[in-house]
């Protein structure tokens, strides 16, 4: 299984100066924000703009726009399987649930990222490696403490939020209610055994 570090390790092409790296993390901000924002289809001459760079600098950096697309995507995993050590400290139900909650934003962004990005990349291998990593041992935990039902896989757990995420709510706070609903679905036993 690869770790944080081995992914970005993975994308890493060179030793970078503080300037250097400053640059690559302006533009990997500036692409999440824009994608976001605006779709994969954003200009690289705009992204160079939102990261105070010029455009020569973001060709350094990523050749292509698929090298832009894998640095935001690997970057957000990093950042969601991070969240899951920040988390540790919590009982075991809220630190699942915080953690899926901020897989909520990461899967927004997957989204629109996963359409550019082959599923059987290498990159999206370690990815998902990576998310498994961090995200089945918290709920093994919830299991093993009786806060989440016992027959509830990991793969379970990503679906049915990944459903959730994927589906176009016509009210603001309704995702939210419904990821609610469904947690509490996973937090009680089944009923039929």
């Known amino acids: 299984m690869a770790s944080g570090d081995q992914l970005g390790e993975y994308l890493a092409r060179r030793p970078r100066r503080a300037d250097a790296q400053r640059n690559y993390d302006a533009l990997v901000a500036a692409a999440r924000e824009a994608f976001a924002e605006n779709g994969v289809s954003t200009s690289l001459e705009e992204i160079a703009r939102r990261?105070?760079?010029?455009?020569?600098?973001?060709?350094?950096?990523?050749?292509?726009?698929?090298?832009?697309?894998?640095?935001?995507?690997?970057?957000?995993?990093?950042?969601?399987?991070?969240?899951?050590?920040?988390?540790?400290?919590?009982?075991?139900?809220?630190?699942?649930?915080?953690?899926?909650?901020?897989?909520?934003?990461?899967?927004?962004?997957?989204?629109?990222?996963?359409?550019?990005?082959?599923?059987?990349?290498?990159?999206?291998?370690?990815?998902?490696?990576?998310?498994?990593?961090?995200?089945?041992?918290?709920?093994?935990?919830?299991?093993?403490?009786?806060?989440?039902?016992s027959d509830a896989s990991f793969d379970d757990v990503l679906r049915l939020i990944s459903g959730i995420v994927a589906f176009q709510f016509p009210e603001e706070g309704q995702r939210d209610r419904v990821l609610a609903i469904a947690l509490d679905g996973l937090r009680y036993p089944p009923a039929i055994g």
């Open 51 to 149: 990261a105070g760079v010029g455009i020569g600098t973001l060709y350094r950096n990523f050749p292509s726009r698929r090298e832009l697309f894998e640095a935001v995507y690997v970057d957000e995993v990093q950042a969601l399987s991070r969240s899951a050590g920040d988390l540790a400290h919590l009982p075991p139900w809220e630190s699942l649930v915080a953690w899926l909650n901020r897989f909520v934003a990461y899967a927004a962004t997957k989204r629109a990222l996963a359409e550019e990005l082959a599923h059987d990349s290498e990159v999206f291998r370690r990815c998902r490696s990576e998310i498994y990593a961090a995200g089945a041992p918290m709920l093994r935990r919830a299991q093993e403490a009786a806060a989440v039902r």
